[in-house]
């Protein structure tokens, strides 16, 4: 049976720790292991993880240089053949880490993979399925709509993303999941959810986040200037309510501006690729508003032009 590992980096996350470790202790699956590394806690949290020492594989107490820094920590420390990123104000349904399994062994268990399942959005007014989007090139594009906690990835794909970067303040698990599109991981997406998500933290700050978002896809495509940039995360991104506070670097007109961007970049190939795949999956063909009997501002004032002039023919001349 793979042994699947569950990594959780805390500070100061006495309130809400516990509940993390039981879920990771009820697991159904009977191969698992948890890794929790504190970042110097200044409340309980080292006393609660002490607590409970006879269930976790590993702990540590030490400084780092934040979130990232000590998830590249605690990741080298996994020995699981499947390893996810758990928070630690989230908790695992109980039948999560064999979902997991169970999915990377129906896709033939490759060494190089990520299985992507759904998470349960916890908010004040209800939880809400949160399902995985897309994840391909023109996720740069759309800022990928997956839950890091609901990602499980072989040792071989960390190796082959490398490890994730600690420029980016929020958005890094972002940039670690298009570093596994560029490297060619494969992914394999289930519609089943094994983590209860808790919006909070630094995840709550969205401007940050939507900055972040536009210097991945800056660092990816450094040609782009900083109104293409914009330009196309007005056009693509999946968060439209995260895009309130830029509203000034809307392009006028969305559609234009890709024709321009197009003409500019034609010969980047990985720009036009994402901007086509992204297309596919934003935009509405003409033809099929027809077909559904929907028409767009453009072609409703056409034929009202075209109906006031027929109507207008048919008025007797005067005299």
């Not at 809400?16 to 590394?37: F, G, K």
């Not at 600690?166 to 089943?192: C, K, P, Q, S």
């Not at 297309?279 to 009997?293: C, I, K, M, N, V």
Request: charged fraction near 20%; glycine fraction near 8%; hydrophobic fraction near 40%.
């Amino acid at each position: 049976m793979p042994l699947v590992s569950y990594v959780t980096v805390v500070r100061n996350g006495e309130r809400t720790l516990a509940r993390t470790l039981q879920s990771v202790r009820e697991q159904r699956w009977p191969q698992v292991e948890h890794i929790v590394l504190d970042g110097a806690s200044k409340d309980g949290t080292l006393a609660l993880i002490e607590a409970h020492a006879g269930q976790i594989d590993y702990y540590a107490s030490e400084p780092d240089r934040g979130l990232y820094d000590a998830l590249n920590k605690a990741i080298g420390l996994a020995r699981g053949a499947l390893i996810c990123v758990l928070n630690a104000d989230d908790w695992l349904t109980p039948d999560a880490a064999e979902l997991a399994v169970r999915a990377h062994q129906a896709a033939g268990a490759p060494t190089e993979h990520l299985v992507l399942t759904a998470a349960w959005l916890m908010k004040a007014s209800g939880q809400r399925l949160w399902l995985p989007g897309p994840l391909d090139l023109a996720s740069y594009l759309r800022c990928a709509n997956i839950c890091h906690n609901g990602v499980y990835a072989t040792p071989v794909a960390y190796r082959a993303s490398g490890p994730y970067v600690l420029d980016l303040r929020i958005a890094a698990d972002f940039r670690w999941l298009m570093a596994t599109v560029d490297a060619g991981v494969r992914a394999t997406a289930i519609d089943e959810p094994t983590v209860h998500y808790a919006p909070g933290g630094l995840s709550s700050n969205v401007q940050q986040h939507t900055r972040d978002c536009a210097q991945v896809l800056r660092q990816r495509f450094p040609f782009l200037d900083d109104t293409e940039v914009w330009g196309l995360l007005h056009a693509f991104h999946s968060f439209r309510g995260n895009l309130v506070p830029f509203t000034s670097t809307r392009p006028a007109h969305l559609g234009r501006f890709l024709q321009k961007l197009a003409h500019r970049h034609a010969g980047q190939g990985g720009l036009m690729a994402a901007m086509a795949q992204a297309s596919a999956f934003t935009l509405q063909h003409p033809e099929d508003r027809r077909a559904a009997g929907q028409l767009s501002t453009g072609e409703k004032l056409h034929r009202g032009w075209r109906k006031l002039r027929m109507h207008l023919r048919r008025q007797p001349k005067a005299g």
